[in-house]
């Protein structure tokens, strides 16, 4: 069985400083090939990037399915549009290709990585005393 542990990033917010697990993706983009690290959010139904990321990789942003993206408060000003496409990644730690459901909000975003298309491939451990992920690939 394939696994990978991936230590978790720093990063400053209003709060504080937080620290959150993460795991890095590799596109082949018009020009090149780019590597992103996505938050791993549990709590996300699919994963998530800006529409730029969608535009940089070629897709046609308005092609993809329709989708109303509200998060904590229902008021429509706190809503932002998005559209859903099939993306391929490569995830380098294992050198493993995959094909994912992923929203391009348009307005800003945070790259995430969801559940939908990614949690049913891997086991993922949480360990936040050590802050580091444990991912290992399941068997198909």
């Known amino acids: 069985m394939s696994s990978f542990t ?8 209003r709060a504080g400083t937080v620290y959150r ?9 018009r020009i ?3 590597l992103y690290s996505f938050i791993v959010d549990s ?3 699919i994963s998530l990037a800006p529409r730029q990321l969608a535009e940089r990789v070629g897709l046609d942003w308005n092609k993809g399915s329709r989708i109303t993206l509200t998060g904590i408060s229902p008021k429509p000003e706190c ?3 998005g559209r859903i496409h099939k993306i391929s990644a490569l995830i380098p730690d294992l050198a493993l290709q995959m094909t994912l459901p992923m929203c391009f909000a348009n307005g800003n ?5 969801g559940r939908e298309g990614f949690f049913d491939k891997f086991n993922i451990t949480l360990d936040k005393t050590r802050q580091v992920t444990l991912f290992t690939k399941r068997r198909s």
């Open 6 to 13: 991936k230590k978790w990033i720093r990063q400053k917010t």
């Open 21 to 29: 697990p993460v795991i890095d993706l590799l596109f082949s983009e």
């Open 32 to 34: 090149g090939h780019n």
């Open 43 to 45: 709590g996300a139904d």
């Open 79 to 81: 809503s932002l549009e």
């Open 109 to 113: 975003a945070s790259y995430l990585i």
